[in-house]
Structure formats: C-alpha cells, structure tokens
C-alpha cells in the first residue's frame, strides 16, 4: 500500500499559530487541565495529594520541582514491566533513549502517542514560516539521519532514541515528504544497524539525486559536519560507484546492498561531473552547493553546543543559508523557529503554549563573586521579562511534572503573548575546582579564542572536550583538542596560554594568581580520537545524528576517560600566570 502524503496549508498552520500565541496564559492554563485530567489517576499525581485539582496554583502548591534522578525509580519500574498507571493514566508503551553525553549513559524517557503529536505540531509550525522564507518545490532531501540501536527493557518495552521513535512512525514518515521533501536514502539506509555504511549510501544516494536535492538536513549540526568531512574521504570511491553502477564492497548489509541495487545504475556522464566538481573546488569550500545547485537551505539543530561547528559547516555551505531546527530534547518539545531567516547565532525559539505546560526559574547573577544562584520561584509562560535569563521547567503528556530540564535560555522577544527564547546553555556548571564556576558557555568561548591562532597556520580545532583533573595538588582544567593537522610546539603553547586566559571567571582568575588551581594543561590527542568517542555511544544506543560531544568528560565517565587517555599525543602546561 502506497503511504499517503501529507499536504500542508501554510497560511493555516500560521492562523493557528497566530490563535494559540495571543492569549497564551489562557492556553497554558487549559493545556495544564488536560494534562492532570488525562494523567489524574497516575500512582505519583495521586500521592501528592492533587485529589482532581487541575488549576495552576493547586498543582504548583502540591507537586514538587524534580530532576531526572527524582523520577528514575518511577521510570525504571514502567521499563521492567510495571503496567499500572504510575506517572500516566494510560500505560507507557515505548521508552526514549537520551544521547547519554551529558551523564555518561542514555537515560530513559517516557514516550506517548501525545508526544508524537506535539511533535508533528512543532515541525508543521516552523515549516509554515520556513517555507514563506525559503520556499521549496517538489524535489528531494538529503537526510543524514539514522537509526539508533533498540533496546528491550526487562519488562518488553522497546526503547530507542527519540528521533527512531518519531521517524518509525507512519503519520510522521507522511509528513516528513511534506515539509523536508522526499528522502532521496530509501529506509533500509535509514534503519541500517551500521551506521558508517549507512552514511556511505546517504552520500551516494544524494549524488545520484543531486539535480534534484531541495535541502540538507539532520537533526545536530555534528552528523552534517561529519557527513562531508567523510565525503572529503570518499568521494572518488563514490563516483566509482556510479561509474560502474556497482555499490562499493564496504557496504556489506543485506539491505542495504539490495535497496542500493534498485537505486544505483551505471552513469559515467554524473560521475565525471561530480568529479570534476570536486577536483574544481578549493579546500571544499562550497562543497554543498557545489554539489547540489538546486539545494535552498542547510538546515538542524545548530545552537547551543552544535555552535562550535558552525564554522565548518558554513565552510562547507558556502552561500547557502543555514536555518536552525527547532528547541526541544528528548523529554519533549519547547518552542519552533519562527524566524528562520535569522542567522543560527541569532536564532530564537517561540514557545507553543498548547504543547505543554512551562515554568521558568529566575536566574540571576551575584555581582561580587559572579556565582549564579537560582530564586526558587518559578515563572509562569507570559510573566518572564526581556533580557532575563531563566532555567526551564517543564510537565509533559508524557508523565513528566515540574521536571528541570538543566536548559538555561534567554527571553529575547514575545511573539504576541509567548516568549522567543534564545538557547544559552546547560545550567549545570562543568568546570569547578575551588571557587570557580565555568559553564560550556565559558569553556566554548575560551576555545573558540585559542583557536583563532591555529587559524593563522590554516589548521583547525576537529573537537573538543575537557577534564577536571584532581588527582594532582592543586587541581587543574584539562582541555583535549583534536586538530586538522600538524602544529608547532609554539603555537600550541601559545594556544595553552591562551586557554588559561580566556577563562574570565573572577573565580577562576583569582585562584590561579594564588595556585589555589594548577596551570591549565592542553592535551592534543590523536585523530580519529573523537570518532572512537562517538563509536562508543552508538554501542550504547545513541544515534549519529542525535550524538553531542560531551564537553566535560567526568572521572564516573571512565571509558570515554581511558578513550582520550589512550590518544594522547602531546601535552602543554600553562605559563599565563607565572
């Protein structure tokens, strides 16, 4: 049976959008009903006492803020086959996995059918504003997207990522076609259970469609980088390919080899073309367009910690524009880019105030020791300000209530009476020793310093991560870069310093003039390094195009330690303070 497509009405998703943004206290409100009278007999709303109260103020009085770690024991007895209704009133039948890089390990998290729909509300939304911008016609998509590994959990629930859940379903797949256009990689490549081979035939796939590609996305600015960054590697072998009309031996999956064999033909007049334009092109700059003429946009998750790749993903996109997907995890939704023209540095993210119900934590910052403290008193959607900062809290459909999703975001605008919100970072601090406080805001900034003066050798930081190192007395930051080449001695002392510098927490500064904190120590591991990193996730159940890079590798994270600990090529200690 052939599947449906969806078709959108764009002015009418604006309207709705429109509609729901105006009053969205009053949404908010109703969206907080629905969610306690569906969920109302749930083993945890009963416990604490909710006895059928579904108005703000009741469920703010009654209901505690939580973090993950509060719900685990919750979460783990529906994972092992507990099928009453304990954060839900209707049992949870399927588990997401997060990415795992932020705690080391994927976490679970409920999914429901109520999720999915919030889902496909968020990727209608952006797209209707996405597509007044950036219209596009009935061609193609190069989507670097990929199954992750599913789990069984004790109790027979299947548990995959997020993206798998959504990109599994029937209704989602329709819409899919509708607002990214066709996927020029058959689903076999999609779901393939190797995903390196997978990526190869996403590349030939879009070569062998290339007049035809609309746009190029994925769902993290990584997967798209390490996409061409492979292709750098392989191109000639992908024109031998449709040279020969013969898949390559690489590709050694069943599947895989047989939906190939229905899309792969002998075509030397495309492989001397796409030869030709890649011997023409200088250190690959303008790869994307070079290689897709017809291709309007570059689009996915590119904020947060996704910004350190944008400079190479701009290398790689020439003058094409590059639109920031949507704000969400894989505990649910938050808000869609409404204003995609904005560049990825600039982009903000409008809240749905009918996708779930939001609060923000005030976060505020102690001018004389530059500590940030949180006021524990949440805001409501429409009482945050302008310019503030806030973490956020979120209840969902899907079981989650007053849960601290760890995200800090600014408030940089309202659309009617819902906030724009610009991703910040993480709250929770990464690099602390005495009484410094660096976030992966800090530590970003402080690498994107340094590296400008590998730029001036015309070399480049691959990725990055980093290390508090306690083991010697004092303490002291270790920061692990991989590059694109060979420098001096003296340019990667000069980056150490630099390092050291850039770090301008009063805290930190204070406590390196007094050695309360050893010099930063610059460790330049080999390539490849953070390529093993990424194998080692996908072991776990992440997805390529939903793995970030862990920016603080801590001492419970032992084996992405020992990964980094085994490649070490070269080290350097501070001498910025002496």
């Known amino acids: 049976m052939l599947e449906k497509t969806e078709t959108i009405d764009v002015d009418q998703v604006i309207a709705e959008f429109e509609t729901v943004t105006k009053d969205a206290e009053k949404i908010q409100r109703e969206t907080l009903k629905k969610i306690l009278e569906e969920n109302g007999s749930a083993e945890y709303l009963q416990n ?22 509060d719900l685990e024991p919750y979460i783990r007895r529906i994972a092992d086959g507990d099928t009453s209704h304990i954060l839900t009133g209707k049992a949870i039948t399927t588990m997401s996995l997060s990415s795992g890089t932020s705690q080391g390990k994927p976490k679970f998290v409920p999914f429901n059918d109520e999720l999915m729909q919030t889902s496909m509300q968020i ?18 998509a190069l989507q670097f997207i990929y199954s992750s590994r599913q789990f069984i959990t004790k109790g027979g629930l299947n548990a995959v990522t997020a993206t798998t859940n959504i990109y599994r379903n029937l209704q989602f797949k329709s819409l899919m076609k509708a607002i990214l ?12 259970p190797d995903y390196q081979q997978s990526l190869y035939c996403h590349l030939l796939c879009g070569l062998i469609s290339c007049e035809e590609i609309q746009l190029v996305f994925s769902t993290f600015a990584h997967s798209i980088v390490h996409a061409f960054r492979t292709f750098e590697l392989v191109w000639e072998e992908l024109c031998a390919d449709i040279q020969e009309g013969v898949l390559s031996s690489r590709v050694t999956v069943p599947s895989i080899r047989a939906a190939m064999s229905e899309i792969l033909k002998p075509n030397p007049e495309l492989a001397d073309s796409i030869h030709k334009r890649c011997s023409g092109l200088s250190n690959w700059y303008g790869l994307i367009p070079t290689l897709f003429p017809n291709a309007k946009y570059v689009y996915g998750i590119l904020t947060g910690s996704m910004e350190p790749y944008l400079k190479k993903l701009r290398h790689y996109a020439g003058e094409l524009h590059l639109i920031s997907a949507d704000y969400g995890s894989s505990e649910g939704w938050i808000g869609a880019n409404v204003n995609p023209s904005l560049p990825p540095e ?68 309202f659309h009617n009476s819902t906030p724009e919100l610009k991703f910040i970072c993480r709250s929770n601090l990464l690099l602390t020793i005495n009484i410094d406080k660096n976030t992966e805001t800090d530590l970003q900034l402080s690498v994107e310093t340094a590296a400008k003066l590998l730029a001036e050798e015309k070399l480049e930081v691959v990725d990055f991560t980093s290390h508090v190192d306690v083991s010697t007395d004092p303490g002291h930051y270790v920061i692990f870069w991989e590059i694109s080449g060979d420098a001096s001695a003296e ?41 093993k990193i990424l194998d080692h996730y996908v072991t776990l159940g992440s997805a390529l195009n939903q793995f970030k890079t862990p920016r603080c590798v801590g001492t419970a994270n032992n084996v992405v330690l020992q990964i980094l600990a085994n490649n070490v090529a070269k080290n350097f200690f501070s001498t910025a303070f002496g």
Do not use: W
């Open 491 to 531: 340019i990667l002392q000069e980056c150490c310093n630099c390092l050291d510098r850039s770090f301008i927490d009063a805290g930190y500064v204070s406590s390196r003039k007094v050695n309360a904190i050893g010099p930063l120590e610059l460790r330049i591991v080999q390539r490849g390094t953070f390529h």
């Open 346 to 413: 600039l982009a903000t993210y409008a809240v749905l105030p009918n996708i779930g119900y939001f609060e923000f934590l005030p976060l505020k910052q102690n001018v004389e020791d530059q500590v940030l403290y949180l006021e524990r008193k949440p805001l409501g959607l429409t009482e945050v300000k302008v310019g503030e900062e806030y973490e956020i809290i979120v209840t969902t459909f899907a079981g989650l209530y007053r849960y601290q999703l760890g995200d800090v975001v600014k408030v940089m605008g």
């Open 48 to 69: 604490l006492g909710l006895n059928g109260r579904t108005d703000p103020e009741s469920f703010k009085a009654c209901v505690p803020l939580v973090s993950h770690s």
């Open 123 to 140: 990727y209608r939304t952006s797209f209707a504003f996405r597509n007044k911008e950036f219209p596009i016609g009935n061609g193609k």
């Open 181 to 192: 256009s066709r996927c020029c990689s058959p689903d076999e490549v999609i779901f393939g």
